[in-house]
């Protein structure tokens, strides 16, 4: 390939800020094809974006030759089976977080990439992001000496603006999304806990429903102690007051402590020296460096930026805090 030129599957909302337009502003990227079940909606979004083509059938848009790669936006149910698809079609796939309902779907797509020898890619875009690849850099450097623990809190009232709406609101059907807002929000962070620490010894965790009329927890609580020795502790819930929302993950070591958030831009360094604050613009498509980089491990020019194999670590851990 000396061109990637991606379908997507799913053109919703998550495609048209944070992902579509990227894919034609990154080098040898190319977006020939979109799908999505409502046709005049993938019509409308082809249009808008000025997409050449549109589907509103999926195994048309993976056998379309002009297509080379696919990327798969669809809410979790479809992950599995679109993947599947893609892969046995000789497309390699980059497909959204979660990466699928369960780990045991997980281990399915992962097998079928490797029996295939189709690259996977999973869409845990915060690895490519500066931001948190300072927060890399400073643990590298030990500017908080050694590492002990990390506290991350994510405290959200009902409908929280942090989701994007959506007309079914299928991220509270488990049916659909795996889970409720934890399914949806805590891949990212649990993945950067892993880039971070590595291998996992052991994990466990609680989840409640606490709201009446839901049929997903709304608190869970989870904690994993790395083979290093660092112990992380979580928390997510999805029913406080407004007021008392909170997004923030601490990384206390030896010589002070790490604060910052999953959704904002200031990274705040603390030890006995001083206090030091990095700020970072907004990125206009918060998944192009993730997109930069899975184009060019399908190209052949670097490493899977994040693999079959990482992705299926967060899901495992997802099913055990939540006792899937």
Same mark, same amino acid.
Request: overall charge neutral; some cysteine.
């Given at each position: 390939?000396?061109?990637?030129?991606?379908?997507?599957?799913?053109?919703?909302?998550?495609?048209?800020?944070? #992902?579509?337009? +990227? *894919?034609?502003?990154?080098?040898?990227?190319?977006?020939?094809?979109?799908?999505? &079940?409502?046709?005049?909606?993938?019509?409308?979004?082809?249009? &808008? =974006?000025?997409?050449?083509?549109?589907? @509103?059938?999926?195994?048309?848009?993976?056998?379309?030759?002009?297509?080379?790669?696919?990327?798969?936006?669809? !809410?979790?149910?479809?992950?599995?089976?679109?993947?599947?698809? +893609?892969?046995?079609?000789?497309? !390699?796939?980059?497909?959204?977080?979660?990466?699928?309902?369960?780990?045991?779907?997980?281990?399915?797509?992962?097998?079928?990439?490797?029996? $295939?020898?189709?690259?996977?890619?999973?869409?845990?875009?915060? &690895?490519?992001? !500066?931001?948190?690849?300072?927060?890399?850099? /400073? /643990?590298?450097?030990?500017?908080?000496?050694?590492?002990?623990?990390?506290? $991350?809190?994510?405290?959200?009232?009902?409908?929280?603006? $942090?989701?994007?709406?959506?007309?079914?609101?299928?991220?509270?059907?488990?049916?659909?999304?795996?889970?409720?807002?934890? =399914?949806? /929000?805590?891949? =990212?962070?649990? @993945?950067?806990?892993?880039?971070?620490?590595? +291998?996992?010894?052991?994990?466990?965790?609680? +989840?409640?429903?606490?709201?009446?009329?839901?049929?997903? @927890?709304?608190?869970?609580?989870? %904690?994993?102690?790395?083979?290093?020795?660092?112990?992380?502790?979580?928390?997510?819930?999805?029913?406080?007051?407004?007021?008392?929302?909170?997004?923030?993950?601490?990384?206390?070591? #030896?010589?002070? =402590?790490?604060?910052?958030?999953? *959704?904002?831009?200031?990274?705040?360094?603390?030890?006995?020296?001083?206090?030091?604050?990095?700020?970072?613009?907004? $990125?206009?498509?918060?998944?192009?460096?993730?997109?930069? &980089?899975?184009?060019?491990?399908?190209?052949?020019?670097?490493? %899977?930026?994040?693999?079959?194999?990482?992705? /299926?670590?967060?899901?495992?851990?997802?099913?055990?805090?939540?006792?899937?």
């Amino acid at each position: 390939m000396q061109e990637i030129r991606w379908g997507i599957i799913g053109c919703g909302d998550v495609t048209e800020v944070k #992902s579509g337009p +990227a *894919f034609n502003k990154v080098n040898n990227s190319k977006l020939v094809a979109v799908m999505r &079940r409502d046709g005049a909606k993938a019509a409308d979004y082809a249009k &808008r =974006h000025q997409v050449p083509k549109w589907y @509103d059938n999926a195994t048309q848009l993976i056998n379309d030759p002009e297509v080379n790669a696919i990327y798969i936006a669809t !809410p979790p149910l479809q992950h599995e089976a679109y993947t599947i698809e +893609a892969l046995k079609a000789s497309k !390699p796939v980059y497909v959204e977080k979660p990466m699928t309902l369960d780990a045991n779907a997980a281990q399915r797509m992962t097998d079928a990439a490797n029996k $295939l020898k189709v690259k996977l890619c999973v869409a845990h875009y915060r &690895r490519a992001q !500066p931001m948190f690849l300072k927060v890399k850099e /400073l /643990l590298a450097a030990h500017t908080i000496g050694d590492v002990r623990l990390v506290r $991350l809190k994510m405290l959200q009232s009902p409908n929280p603006a $942090l989701i994007a709406k959506t007309a079914d609101n299928w991220r509270i059907n488990p049916a659909i999304s795996g889970g409720g807002l934890f =399914h949806d /929000l805590a891949p =990212h962070q649990l @993945d950067l806990m892993t880039y971070y620490f590595g +291998a996992v010894k052991n994990a466990m965790g609680i +989840a409640a429903r606490q709201q009446e009329n839901t049929e997903v @927890d709304d608190l869970v609580a989870g %904690n994993i102690l790395f083979e290093n020795g660092i112990v992380f502790s979580g928390t997510w819930c999805f029913s406080v007051a407004p007021q008392d929302q909170a997004d923030n993950c601490v990384i206390y070591g #030896s010589k002070g =402590h790490i604060n910052f958030p999953m *959704f904002g831009n200031k990274i705040t360094v603390t030890t006995d020296q001083s206090t030091e604050e990095y700020v970072f613009e907004p $990125l206009q498509h918060v998944q192009q460096p993730m997109i930069e &980089r899975v184009v060019d491990y399908f190209l052949g020019k670097g490493q %899977n930026p994040c693999s079959g194999e990482d992705a /299926l670590i967060t899901m495992k851990l997802m099913d055990d805090f939540t006792g899937k």
